[in-house]
């Protein structure tokens, strides 16, 4: 041990899905969007490259045009609006910001395994709660004394929604702490809180451009509240780092949003798709919970996931397994192309019959 | 007040320099390079654009690339190196991860004023030391019962640089904690601390893509110790954030450490025009720090340096000035182009003589 060891914060990092660099891989481990960006992001970048002399100088701290764009499409105020480098960003800061009471923070036992992580970083007390037997959350669970209520809606890597009426209970039930409602996979069919913000000043909505604006390798996440919690969020974001997305990003993050029939199109037939593949996952013996995200969590009613997440990674189709209790039962799928689901429901079938 | 703002982490974030929105102004007030990065990252750029489809796709994690080609460039191993949002996200990171000692860090009164705001954020106990009538270090501050030691060299905004053997006395002095170097400013004539490194585990040494790279617009930075140190500091970053570089990001940054022709180019013609400078303001009545930086840190003889920038802002030129006692005597001007130096001195002379 070296002698300054002692004054290090030791952690347990998250472990992110493998980023595998064998080409012909069917990559349904990590949530990725199959399609591509709307191709005005590819205009812009094209354009951006005739500019690139620019890369001198510093991005706006502010990102104001991007906030701009993304205040108008959500029909919120600019004050209302946080951008950070992915939602993860947006999430840990937001930790940092506002979970600093000596009431413990609540979220699920079984949800986005990143908010123990940062829990664990900022030294902020936390309970998990149980989600109970159909791996729903209990409502009962998110109402008491906290010193914050973080919850995933859709959950991951559950993939079960609540409804917004179940959330602004919650919401509502919880005035003296900060509710972060994190959205990542809201666009794939269930109801968003940001109609909320203008009701509850407590509540931070969080989505990303990494799920359905297939902009995961571009790091872009939103944070959306009410003026004040934005601006505190922001205080703390300009104490770590003033200058956070890059150039390129901001006008490339912008031209996302300008073409929402594109978006549309993309998040309808990835849908599509997942319905598809739960049914054919139904027929070879599967269980399922009812996803409203882009992937399915799914174990099969007599062969262990470990067994299935293994075969699955020798013929290169990697899945994602968790090894936590209960979740240690089931694999959770990405939604990828038509053609990659029919080879991923192929090789279980052939599999499975054997 | 709101309920829940008792537990919001309250802080006075550092204030970037403006960043001027109109046209033809002189920008002088936040170091940038006046000059483009180099040829190739255009052509990475051009190159990115036919690949723009896999933004789909997170990034790699561990940035491996781009850490071994920065490996390779300093001399190093790839366990050596670390890569974050530019340098405030690799120092930030670093603050957290190593100071968490019951005894203060260090770090001098006059020096980047975000060590100060890191050193809030993260309730981190820390003394600061007056820098002596010269604005120069007093090395004999830097030894003692410390939790850590961080030191700018060259420091900002003095722009006086130590030599190795002198900071290598301060690091041999605290092997019991982390010593961070910022050595934003290096490349500008200063002496590097990273052949220390295989020395001294206890060396943290901080460089930046955005002044002698012409990347501020970019956001990379660099962290690079021992083995362990690193990993520490791979622990945290994983515990925030698992993908901070964007996926062009890794390439362009690749790209910019392949001319060095370009790169020894751009960070002579600055340090030329900063030596033509320096002769132009002492001819004007300036006195200044021997810079080794691309700013100089010039105080007037008889005009108060406020009243120097609020004439030079509306003349369109922007300089820094910063309100802390003594420093506040002082201008801190970017070295900008040839010309831009040229009417800065033509302005400051008409002023002057006036």
Redesign the interface.
């Known amino acids: 041990m070296?002698?300054?060891?002692?004054?290090?914060?030791?952690?347990?990092?998250?472990?992110?899905g493998e980023?595998p660099k064998v080409n012909q891989v069917i990559?349904l481990n990590?949530n990725?969007?199959?399609?591509?960006?709307a191709p005005g992001?590819?205009a812009a970048?094209?354009r951006?490259?005739q500019r690139?002399?620019?890369?001198?100088?510093?991005?706006?701290?502010t990102v104001e045009n991007l906030v701009h764009d993304l205040a108008e499409y959500y029909h919120l105020s600019t004050e209302q609006v946080f951008v950070g480098?992915?939602s993860?960003?947006v999430l840990?800061t937001a930790f940092?910001?506002?979970?600093?009471?000596e009431k413990p923070i609540v979220f699920p036992d079984i949800t986005y395994s990143f908010y123990e992580?940062?829990a664990?970083?900022y030294k902020i007390p936390y309970v998990c709660k149980p989600v109970d037997e159909n791996l729903r959350l209990k409502k009962e669970d998110y109402v008491g004394e906290y010193?914050?209520v973080v919850i995933a809606n859709p959950n991951a890597p559950t993939a079960i929604a609540e409804r917004r009426e179940w959330m602004e209970e919650i919401i509502k039930a919880n005035?003296?702490?900060?509710v972060i409602v994190d959205e990542a996979y809201v666009d794939f069919g269930a109801e968003s809180c940001i109609p909320l913000i203008e009701k509850y000043?407590?509540l931070l909505v969080v989505q990303t451009y990494?799920k359905s604006r297939?902009?995961?390798?571009?790091?872009v996440g939103i944070g959306m509240g009410n003026p004040?919690l934005i601006r505190?969020l922001?205080?703390?974001?300009?104490?770590?780092?003033?200058?956070?997305?890059?150039?390129?990003?901001l006008e490339?993050a912008s031209e996302s949003l300008k073409d929402e029939v594109y978006f549309r199109t993309c998040v309808e037939r990835i849908c599509q798709t997942r319905e598809w593949t739960k049914e054919q996952l139904v027929s070879l013996g599967f269980t399922m919970t009812d996803s409203k995200t882009n992937f399915v969590f799914a174990k099969h009613n007599t062969v262990p996931a470990e067994e299935l997440f293994e075969m699955l990674k020798a013929k290169n189709i990697y899945v994602r397994h968790f090894k936590a209790p209960r979740v240690n039962e089931y694999l959770r799928i990405s939604i990828g192309t038509e053609e990659e689901m029919q080879t991923l429901i192929e090789t279980l079938r052939a599999y499975l019959k054997k």
Chains 1, 2 share one sequence.
């Not at 690139?52 to 701290?61: D, G, I, K």
């Not at 940092?96 to 009471?101: D, K």
């Open positions: 070296m002698s300054w060891e002692s004054n290090v914060r030791k952690v347990v990092p998250y472990v992110p980023q990559k990590t990725e969007n199959p399609y591509p960006p992001v590819q970048m094209q951006y490259t690139a002399e620019e890369l001198r100088l510093y991005p706006s701290p480098v992915g993860d960003d840990a940092l910001t506002f979970f600093n009471s992580v940062w664990q970083l010193g914050g005035p003296d702490c900060v000043d407590n990494s297939s902009l995961a390798g571009l790091r004040k505190f922001n205080d703390v974001k300009f104490s770590i780092n003033s200058y956070t997305i890059n150039r390129p990003t490339y």
